[in-house]
C-alpha cells in the first residue's frame, strides 16, 4: 500500500475535541451493522452482527446489488453512471458464514449459510486512479467534507475522500443485502426506485434527461421512492422510537441525501385536513399499520462536476446510484428494529 | 384517579410479539431523556439524565416554553391554538435540583441548580373533560394511531390517546428547555418559527388563515423551519452518526410531522450542481461546518376535525405549537449528542 | 422542602470533566430501569420501560419486598437492622399501570395491570432526622463516598450520602419486584439468601452474630448467595455479552458489594481439574445450560459504625438487607436481557 | 478454507429463540471494540472504533502482548503454556491506521497513526491441527460450551470451539495494547500479574507448580491480580455504571473467570468494619478516588486435560495466558469508558 498522507497539524488530538463519538460507525439495535474502510485504503468492509445462524444467503443476490450500486449491469439504461468494468467488487468472507456447497462454482450460484456468529468481510479497493486525486491534495473541493474533515480529524485523508467517500456504501450493499433475504424470508419485501429526476418525473425519460446534464459536464438532483410490504401492524415505538424516525435515521445517513418524507410528505401541505386524502405513509402513530410504507429521499445535484473543474469520475446524478442503497438502508434499518425476530 | 380502562383482549401478551423495544421511551446519549406518563393519567412527566451539577436554570424560561406549546401567552398572535387558562402546567420537581434562592416568591424569578444526579419532573393532569374524550371509547378516529395501538398493545387506553397525546409533548418542551439553557452557555442558539401554513408563505397572514380554517371546522399543515447557531464545526460523525441523521430522528419523533429536510432539501431538486446554491444547510458529511444549521419539518392538517365529526379540543393547525417542540427537540438532540462537554 | 445545600465550589462545572457518562442512571436493555432521588430530597423512585402490556402486579409483593429491604417483617429474625415503622415506603404510581379492581382496600391485595407504558413511580422521604446528618456536614465519612462524590461534582449533598444512600436500592427493589413477577410467569425463580456472615456459615447463628457485633458498635461483612432457577439453555452470548458479565454488572452496583463469584467461584482455587466438580454454576460458555445459576456477592463491614465514631443510623451488617438488592438486581438483569420475551 | 461443518439441526432458527442479543459480539461505549471470527474459520480479527485521530501506535508493543497471550517470549519462565513458533500472529491493518514511516523494515519499529477512523484488523488462521479435533466432532467436551452452543445456534462449529475458544482473545489483546498505549499517553498505567496458582502464592514456586500438573496431565486454577494507576478521581459513576461494576463485566467476559474482586474483596469477609482496613480497591461509592485501582480474577482450571481424556493442545493453568487477556479488556473497559478523552 503507497502509504504518503497529508497530516494538517499534529495537533489532531485537540482538534478532536468535538468529537462526540455516539455509536459512530455502527449501526442497529438487534442486528448491528459496523463499517469500515478508506476509500483508497487497503479494503472497505463491515462486521454484521446479530444475524441467525441457518439463514442461506444467495450471493448472486449480494453481487447483482453490488452491481446496481456501482451502475453495472443496468441492462444500458442506467449506464450513465457505471463505473469501469475493472472495479468489480469481489467480497472476501472472513467469518461468520460458511460455503453450503463447495462443488458449484458458479458465483450466482454460490450459497452462504450463516454460523450465528458476526459476519466480517472485506472488499479490497484496488485499481485506484490515484492521479485524478492528486489535484485534490491541496484543493477543498466544493460542497465537500474536506474542510470539515480536518477541523475535525486534523488529518485529511484527501484521496478520495477518506470515509466520505460513495465507496463506503458498498459495505452497506453487502450487508443490506443480508438483511434483505432475511426479511423476505419474512414476508417483508423492499423496492425503492428513482421518481424524479431534476424536474423530470416521467421515468420513461429520466436515462435521457441525465445523459444531456452529463454531456454538459453538470449535474441534477433526484428523489427516491421506496416501499415496504409486508411490516406487520404493530411495529415501531409511540414515542422517540417511531418506525419514521428509525427511517429517517436511516436515509439521512447516506451521503447526498438532503431530505426524508412519508405518506403525505412535504406534498400534502397544501390540503386541508377533511379534504386530505391523510395518507399515512403506512405509519400511524410511529407504528406501522399494516399497510405498505412509502417514504421518500432527496438526492443533491453532487457539486464536484468538470463543469465545475473537479477532475475525477463523478455521476451526474448520484440519486441514480443511491436506489440501492436507500433499499440496503431500510433493510439495516428493519432488522436492527428485531423484523427478523 | 378514574380507573375504568379497556382492556381489549386478553391475549395481550402474545399481541405484543411486535414490540420491537429499543430506547423506547429514551432519547439522547450524552444527556438523555426519559418521558412517562398517558395523556389523562395521573401525571406525565420525564427524567433527564446527564445534566452536569451547577447549571442554573431559570424556571421562568420552562414556564413561558409550556405556555407556548399549550398556545398561551402568545401575545394574542396565535390564540388560534390557546387551551384553557386551567389547564396550567406546574412542574413539580421530584430531583436533581435545588432552588437557589428560597427568599424568592415571584415564579419567573425562581432559579434552580442542577445537582449532577437525574432530574426528575412531574405535571399532574387535572381538568380533564373526559365526556369528550368518552365518545371515543368505542370509536376509531380516522387518521389516529388508536387501531395501531389496540394491535400493539391489546389495551387502548382510550382517554385521549394514551401516550400519542400531544400532552405528553409538556415534558419534552421542559427538558428541552432546560437542554436550550445549558446550550445556551456554550454558545448555541435554537430559534424555530412556522414558514409555510397551508399554502400561505407570508407569515403576517398566518393568523387570519388559521382562523379561516377553524371557523370552517377544518385544519390545515404548515412547515416549521429551525435555525441553529454556534454548533462548533467538526460536530457529527461522518457515517451513521450524521448530524442531519440525529436531527431528523429527533423531528420525526414529534407527533404529526411527515418530513424532514435540511439546506436545499425538496424545494432544491430543479437545479443544476453549476448553478446550485449548494445550501449546506450547515452540514457538510455529516459533521457542522460552523455555519447556522438550517432546517424544515412538515406537519400535517390533524385528521380528527369538528368538520370530521371527531368532538374534543382540536387545533387547526398544529404545527403553531409544534415550534416550541421542535426547537425542544433540536436542544434534546445537541445535548444528547453531548454538545454542552 | 428545607432546601439548603453545600456548594463547595463554583468550578462545579469544570470538576465535573471527569464525568463519563454511560448508561448512567439506567440498566437493562429490553426492560430499561432508571432511578432517581437523592435520599433527603423530595423522593426518590424509577421508570421501568419495556414491561408489556397486561402484565398483573402483586402490589402486596412489592411491599413486601420494600419491608424485607428495609429490615421490617422479618418475623423478628432479621430485626437487628430493621428501621423505624415510621419510614414506611408507600409508593405513587404515576404511569403505566392502573388499579386493576378499585372495590378492594386492602393494600395486599391490590393489583395493578401494566399498559405497556412506561411505569413511573415515586415513595416520597419523610421522617428525616437531620439532625444526625448535621454533623457529617463538615466531616468526610470513612470509607464513603463523601470526598468522591465532591471531585466528581463540585456539590456534595451531605444530607444522607445524596445517591449513594443505601435509599436508593428502594426505587431497585420496587422495579425488581415487577421483573420477578413477570419472570416468574415465565417459569424463572429467584431466591437469594445469606450463607456466610463474617466467619459465619451457620445461618442459624447469623442473628446471634450479628447481634453481638451491633451491640459493640461495630460491623460486619457477609456473602449473598443467589441461585435461578428455569433460564432457558441458550440465554447469553458467548463473548462480550456473557450471562455471567451482565449479573456481575448488576451485583457490582450495589453499594458495599465487594466480589462477585459463581459456580466454583474463588472457592475452588485449590481443585484440578481432574478431581474438580466442575461447577458450572448454571452458565456455560457465557450461555446458559439450563440448570439452576448460583452465584454469590460479598458485602464489606461498613466503616462508618457508632465505634468509629460516626453518628446516625447505621446497619451491623449490610448483607442482611442486601439480600433483598441482589434478588432485585438479578431480576432487572434478566428482564434487562430479554428473558420475558 | 476447509469448509466441511456440523449442522446439527435445520430447526436453527427456532432454537435461536432464546439468543437475546444486546451489543453482543461489541464493548464499549466511547472506544467501542467488534470482535469476530472463528478459531478455525479464514481469520479472527475486530473493529476498534472511536480511537481518535493521530495516535501514534507501537506495533512492537502489539507483537509483545500477542506473544504474552500465546505463551511466547516468556524468557522460558511461563514456557510451560507456550505454544508452537509457527502459529505467530501477524496483524493484517485493514483500515483506521497508516504506517508512520515505509523505510523501517524492523517490525519492532513499526509505528503506525491513527487516522480517526474505525482501525479494522485481522489476523488468518493457520497450521490448524484438526486432526486433534477431529475427535471432538462427535464428544463433546466436559466443562466446554459445546453443549450449550448447539442449543443456541443449533450449528456447532466443532472446530476448536468456534467463538468459544482461546484465539478470540487474540483480537482483544490486539484492541487492547492500542488501547493501553493510548491510556499510558493519559499517565494511566495497567499491570496484571498471577499472584495464586492452585494453592500456591509464593509466584517464585508458579513455574515449577505448573509443571509438574502438566506432566500429570492435569490442569489448575489462578488467581489474576490487576492494579490500575493514573485513574482520575471522579471516574465512574455512582449508581449503575460504577466503575467496579464496568471492570467486572470485562473481567467476567474472559472465558474461564469464575469471580472477580476488587479491594477487600472476598478475603476481607472475616474482618470487623473498626479494625478492617477497609481497602477501598481505588473506588469508593463506584467512583475512582484517584489511588490505585486493584481487582482480582479467578481462572478455574480448564476440564478438556489429557487426563480427562481430551486431545489437543490445552493449557495446565489457563490463568498465566490469561494475565494479558486481563490488561487488555481493563485498557478497553477504560477507554470504553472515555478515559482518553
Redesign the interface.
Known amino acids: 500500500?503507497q502509504?504518503s498522507?497529508f497530516?494538517c497539524n499534529?495537533a489532531?488530538?485537540n482538534?478532536?475535541?468535538?468529537?462526540?463519538?455516539?455509536?459512530?460507525?455502527?449501526?442497529g439495535?438487534?442486528?448491528?451493522f459496523?463499517?469500515?474502510?478508506?476509500s483508497h485504503?487497503?479494503?472497505?468492509?463491515g462486521?454484521l452482527?446479530?444475524v441467525?445462524?441457518?439463514?442461506v444467503i444467495n450471493y448472486g443476490l449480494i453481487r447483482a446489488a453490488l452491481d446496481r450500486r456501482a451502475g453495472r449491469n443496468q441492462k444500458g439504461k442506467m449506464g450513465v453512471s457505471a463505473r469501469a468494468a475493472g472495479e468489480e467488487d469481489e467480497v472476501e468472507?472472513?467469518?461468520?458464514v460458511?460455503?453450503r456447497d463447495?462443488g458449484t462454482k458458479d458465483q450466482e450460484q454460490r450459497e452462504l449459510?450463516s454460523?450465528?456468529?458476526?459476519?466480517?468481510f472485506?472488499i479490497r479497493n484496488k485499481n485506484c486512479r490515484s492521479e485524478d486525486y492528486e489535484y485534490l491534495k491541496h484543493h477543498y473541493r466544493?460542497?465537500?467534507?474536506d474542510?470539515?474533515?480536518e477541523?475535525?480529524?486534523?488529518?485529511r485523508?484527501w484521496r478520495g475522500g477518506?470515509?466520505?467517500s460513495a465507496r463506503?456504501t458498498a459495505g452497506r450493499v453487502v450487508a443490506g443485502s443480508i438483511a434483505k433475504q432475511a426479511l423476505l424470508e419474512k414476508g417483508i419485501g423492499i423496492h425503492a426506485e428513482l421518481i424524479?429526476v431534476?424536474?423530470e418525473t416521467d421515468p420513461a425519460l429520466f436515462e435521457g434527461y441525465i445523459r444531456a446534464?452529463q454531456a454538459?459536464?453538470?449535474?441534477?438532483?433526484?428523489?427516491v421512492q421506496c416501499t415496504i410490504t409486508g411490516v406487520?401492524?404493530?411495529?415501531?415505538?409511540?414515542?422517540?422510537?417511531?418506525l419514521?424516525?428509525?427511517?429517517?435515521?436511516?436515509?439521512?445517513?447516506i451521503?447526498g441525501c438532503?431530505?426524508?418524507?412519508?405518506?403525505?410528505?412535504?406534498g400534502?401541505?397544501?390540503?386541508?385536513?377533511?379534504t386530505?386524502n391523510?395518507d399515512?405513509?403506512g405509519i400511524?402513530?410511529?407504528?406501522?399499520?399494516?399497510g405498505p410504507i412509502v417514504f421518500r429521499c432527496?438526492f443533491?445535484?453532487?457539486?464536484s462536476?468538470p463543469?465545475?473543474g473537479v477532475k475525477g469520475r463523478h455521476d451526474a446524478c448520484i440519486a441514480v446510484r443511491a436506489v440501492e442503497v436507500v433499499e440496503a438502508m431500510a433493510a439495516l434499518c428493519l432488522t436492527g428494529?428485531?423484523?427478523t425476530?
Not at 482538534?15 to 449501526?27: F, S, V
Not at 485504503?41 to 468492509?45: E, L, M, R, T, V
Not at 441467525?52 to 439463514?55: K, N, S, V, W
Request: proline fraction near 4%; charge should be neutral; aromatic fraction near 8%.
Open positions: 500500500m502509504v498522507f497530516l499534529f489532531a488530538q482538534a478532536c475535541k468535538h468529537t462526540k463519538h455516539l455509536e459512530m460507525n455502527t449501526i439495535s438487534k442486528w448491528r459496523t463499517s469500515f474502510g478508506e485504503g487497503k479494503a472497505i468492509g462486521v452482527d446479530g441467525p445462524a441457518g439463514l468472507w472472513l467469518s461468520g460458511m460455503e463447495q449459510v454460523l450465528g456468529t458476526p459476519i466480517a472485506l466544493p460542497g465537500h467534507a474542510r470539515v474533515y477541523i475535525k480529524y486534523g488529518i485523508d477518506g470515509r466520505a463506503e424524479q431534476g424536474t446534464i454538459e459536464g453538470d449535474s441534477t438532483g433526484g428523489i406487520p401492524a404493530g411495529t415501531g415505538e409511540p414515542i422517540f422510537d417511531k419514521q424516525a428509525h427511517l429517517a435515521f436511516a436515509m439521512m445517513s451521503n438532503k431530505g426524508f418524507d412519508y405518506g403525505s410528505g412535504f400534502g401541505i397544501g390540503e386541508k385536513g377533511s386530505a391523510q399515512s405513509g400511524s402513530g410511529g407504528i406501522a399499520d399494516g432527496v443533491k445535484p453532487t457539486a462536476t463543469k465545475a428494529m428485531g423484523l425476530k
